[in-house]
């Protein structure tokens, strides 16, 4: 079974910025997840296995960096210029390709907290 587990959230200010890291196989798409308090979960960033190929929502382009490094089976998610409205609980997911990692991915970490403040 695929198992995936996020880490490296925290609390910080806004303007500063965090490093996601999610344990996770080479061989498959990945992406990254944010659920706020009271909200549906909404998709943050994909990429490919072989890493040419990214998406990233629109709130987040410009700030935020998927990328991975195969070789030890981690892949990361750079966030910049952290904004309160990035508090979320942020889930590492995974699956065959990233057309299905972006809308429906079978594959899905316990999540880690980051809170902005204001």
């Known amino acids: 079974q695929v198992q995936l587990v996020e880490s490296g959230g925290g609390l910080v200010q806004a303007g500063d910025s965090l490093r996601l890291s999610c344990a996770a196989p080479g061989r498959y798409a990945m992406g990254w997840f944010r659920q706020a308090p009271g909200k549906e979960r909404e998709f943050v960033a994909a990429i490919a296995w072989t890493a040419d190929i990214t998406y990233y929502a629109d709130s987040v382009k410009g700030r935020f960096t998927i990328s991975r490094d195969n070789a030890k089976n981690t892949v990361y998610l750079q966030m910049n210029s952290l904004k309160p409205e990035d508090t979320a609980v942020y889930y590492c997911?995974?699956?065959?390709?990233?057309?299905?990692?972006?809308?429906?991915?079978?594959?899905w970490g316990q999540g880690t907290q980051v809170t902005v403040s204001s």
């Open positions: 997911a995974a699956a065959g390709n990233t057309g299905v990692v972006r809308r429906e991915p079978p594959y």
